[in-house]
Every structure is written in C-alpha cells, then in structure tokens.
C-alpha cells in the first residue's frame, strides 16, 4: 500500500505551487448518469517535494480546462479543488510510486452489461 512511502498532506502556508510533471486525466459517462466524471491526477514538483494530487468533478464547464503536464500551477488560480494531496519527499518519489498512485485514485463509471 502506497501509505508507507507517502508523507501525510503538509500544513504549508499558502498555496501549492509547481509545475506539474506527471497528469493522468479521464472523463467517463454513463447512461445511468446524468452528467460525466473528470477524474485528473497530477504529480506536482513544487519547493517542498512532490505533490500528487486528485480532482474529482462533474461540472462540465472546467473540462476542457483541466491543468496539463507541463503547466505551471498555483493552486488558488486553479478554479477547481483537489479532494486529496499528499506530499512525498523528492527522493522517493518514483514512475512506480506515481502508477501506484494512479492505480489507487483513478475514478471512472464502471460500464453496466
């Protein structure tokens, strides 16, 4: 489980800030549904280490505007809010540590038969 090599979300004062490094972003629907699911993961480098961070969303106007890898963020710039970030140490952070990540947080609607 990923929560041995993660260190519990910091209290930093202010915002996160950083360029993000690694993003997993997936929009899903669902007959079922009425509105479809952004999921967006995002590895981000900042100062303090590396942020991974989820959002989970069904508001379809923020969609298309969903940060990218590569981007410069400051989180209060942003329009949308992480549901969880967790900070990792620079030098354990890994591609291994960051599919573990994504394996744990990507949602999406599961297909009905």
């Not at 989820?54 to 963020?73: E, H, I, T």
């Not at 967790?86 to 038969?113: C, G, N, T, V």
């Amino acid at each position: 489980m990923m929560s041995s090599d993660l260190t519990p979300p910091s209290k930093v004062a202010g915002s996160l800030t950083g360029k993000i490094i690694e993003a997993e972003i997936k929009v899903s629907v669902d007959p079922g549904q009425p509105l479809p699911l952004a999921c967006a993961l995002y590895a981000i480098e900042s100062e303090q280490g590396v942020w991974l961070c989820a959002y989970y969303g069904l508001n379809r106007s923020v969609f298309d505007y969903l940060p990218q890898k590569g981007d410069a963020v400051r989180e209060e710039d942003l329009g949308i809010a992480f549901h969880s970030k967790e900070l990792i140490h620079r030098d354990q952070y890994s591609p291994a540590l960051w599919e573990e990540f994504k394996k744990a947080r990507l949602m999406a609607y599961s297909r009905h038969p």
